[in-house]
Structures are given as structure tokens and as C-alpha cells.
């Protein structure tokens, strides 16, 4: 009986640190829609999308989701979609992801023009959407009660 009740403790003691800033702040419409990212994924000209999409094929997926695939960004720096990938779900139902990604402007730009191709040939993509997401660092909420 020893465990369950330190394991109940525990628990107990580390619900405050569980709770994330999207939970403290539920009742603030101004961060409804902010999703957290690490600060090496937001950069002084962020910009960020989630996207979603049903592919046509797996192949298709794994093309365009490739995390090792290398984008140029108008400045010249390239990246790697894995460098600016924030979250990504797989869907079991099919060929189906959302994810999104947040980074340096130019970059974000650059994959999201691709991912706009890529949704105009339906052999590839037969369904897509895109919006913009509203990211911050992680630090923002600790910055804003300051």
C-alpha cells in the first residue's frame, strides 16, 4: 500500500509544473489559438503554418513530408524540414498528415510554396489546407507576467 500512496504524492507535487501556460491563461482570448514553440524553432521573423493534407499515394507523403529534405529559403540559408517541423500527425485511416512548421520567414515562404504546388496536381494531393498559425517561444507567457 506503500506505492500507490507515493506515487499518489507525487503526482500531487508535480501538477502545478504540469500545467502548461495554454491551461493558466484558458480564460484569456488573446491566447487561444498560440501554440508554444522551442526557442531554437522561432526565429525575429517567424512565421508559421499548419498545414494539412491527403495524399494521393504514400509516396507522395514521404516525398513531401521528408524530414531530411533540404529548403532554401529566399536569404540562401537552407534548412532542413526537420528544422522548422513543430508537430506532425499521421493518420492510420490513409495517406492523411497535419503538421506544423515555424522558423526563419524566408524558409517557411519557400515550403509553403512548394506544399501550394505540390496541393495543385491532384495525382500528388487531393485534398489541402493551409492557415497561419500564431507560435511563440516557449518563454512568452513567463516573459508576459514579468
Not at 6 to 16: E, K, Q, R, S
Request: a negative charge; hydrophobic letters at 40%.
Amino acid at each position: 500500500m506503500r506505492y500507490p500512496t507515493l506515487l499518489f504524492l507525487c503526482a500531487v507535487a508535480g501538477l502545478p509544473s504540469c500545467v502548461s501556460p495554454e491551461v493558466r491563461s484558458a480564460g484569456d482570448d488573446r491566447y487561444k489559438d498560440v501554440k508554444l514553440v522551442c526557442d531554437h524553432k522561432y526565429a525575429i521573423d517567424n512565421l508559421a503554418f499548419t498545414f494539412g493534407a491527403k495524399f494521393s499515394t504514400q509516396e507522395g507523403m514521404l516525398k513531401y513530408i521528408n524530414l531530411t529534405q533540404p529548403i532554401t529559403g529566399s536569404d540562401g540559408k537552407t534548412l532542413k524540414l526537420a528544422d522548422i517541423l513543430v508537430e506532425l500527425d499521421l493518420n492510420g485511416n490513409g495517406d492523411v498528415a497535419s503538421w506544423l512548421v515555424s522558423g526563419p520567414a524566408p524558409t517557411v515562404s519557400t515550403y509553403k510554396a512548394l506544399m501550394d504546388a505540390a496541393a495543385r496536381d491532384e495525382d500528388v494531393i487531393y485534398d489541402y489546407s493551409v492557415t497561419p498559425a500564431n507560435c511563440k517561444p516557449t518563454a512568452f507567457f513567463e516573459a508576459e507576467e514579468q
